[in-house]
């Protein structure tokens, strides 16, 4: 069976406080959008398990992978047989764009087709939760305004379809973990909610990342990238999750793209 797990976008996102576990609670809407990796899962008979991947390097052991141990955690509550996971990667790591989180999703989503395990959404929400924060998201893979630490969903009104997304991912790693350290709690001046019921061009100024402050001092190669985007037209655009991913809206048409040398782009229709 094969699958295209799909990156997301943040519009907005306001870490708004810091538990005694040293999580931080956050409010962000996640979007997804059609930029996506390829997975596959066949059923490997009598043979062993086999994970193994292609395109983008990944680093790390395999059984570090989030499709392994999305399949290990199934496969140890549910005792299914050994299957081969092959994962194509497109969508760059520490970028912010929820590739790996998307991975894992897809994997239980997969095997719960496969094997047909009756699983509903929310049972498979509670094991991708597991894996990560925003794990969960990939499940229903819908527009949501996320709190909590990123895994507490609520549905929202907001349709962009139609608008033309730029996705520029530069040759640079973002740690979250650091970029989590470096980040002040605040709570936002403005709700989320309110500026996306405006248009996004009354979105510029209003609907923030509190991560940009912080990772534009340490990068300031990636703010040059957002501000390079407004130059070609966009409406709004902003850096998704801690980075290092930022896009652009833009209403009537993809601009030209060779400003961007050095750097993965994505463009596409919302």
């Not at 931080?24 to 997804?32: F, K, R």
């Not at 193994?52 to 570090?64: F, K, M, Q, V």
Request: charged share 20%; with cysteine; glycine share 8%.
């Amino acid at each position: 069976m094969l699958a295209f797990p799909n990156a997301k976008i943040n519009l907005g996102l306001n870490v708004t406080g810091i538990r005694s576990n040293g999580f931080h609670d956050i409010e962000t809407v996640l979007l997804p959008v059609p930029f996506s990796d390829m997975l596959e899962v066949i059923f490997n008979g009598n043979q062993p398990f086999e994970f193994s991947h292609s395109g983008l390097s990944i680093p790390g052991r395999p059984e570090e992978n989030l499709c392994f141990r999305a399949f290990s955690l199934i496969q140890k509550d549910l005792r299914i047989p050994d299957v081969k996971i092959h994962l194509h990667k497109i969508i760059p790591m520490g970028a912010g764009l929820g590739g790996g989180s998307a991975d894992a999703s897809f994997t239980i989503k997969l095997l719960n087709e496969c094997f047909s395990l009756g699983l509903s959404a929310t049972q498979m929400r509670r094991y991708a939760t597991k894996l990560g924060s925003d794990c969960a998201f990939f499940i229903e893979n819908k527009t949501v305004f996320a709190t909590g630490v990123g895994d507490q969903f609520e549905s929202i009104d907001l349709n962009l379809s139609g608008w033309f997304l730029v996705i520029v991912i530069p040759a640079i790693h973002v740690s979250t973990a650091d970029a989590y350290k470096a980040v002040t709690v605040k709570k936002p001046f403005e709700n989320i909610r309110t500026i996306l019921s405006a248009q996004p061009a009354d979105w510029k100024g209003r609907l923030e990342n509190d991560f940009e402050r912080s990772v534009f001092l340490l990068y300031p190669e990636i703010l040059q990238l957002k501000e390079q985007l407004y130059r070609l037209g966009a409406v709004y655009a902003s850096m998704s999750g801690s980075g290092s991913a930022v896009y652009g809206l833009f209403k009537d048409a993809l601009p030209e793209l060779m400003a961007f040398k050095g750097s993965t782009v994505w463009k596409g229709r919302l």
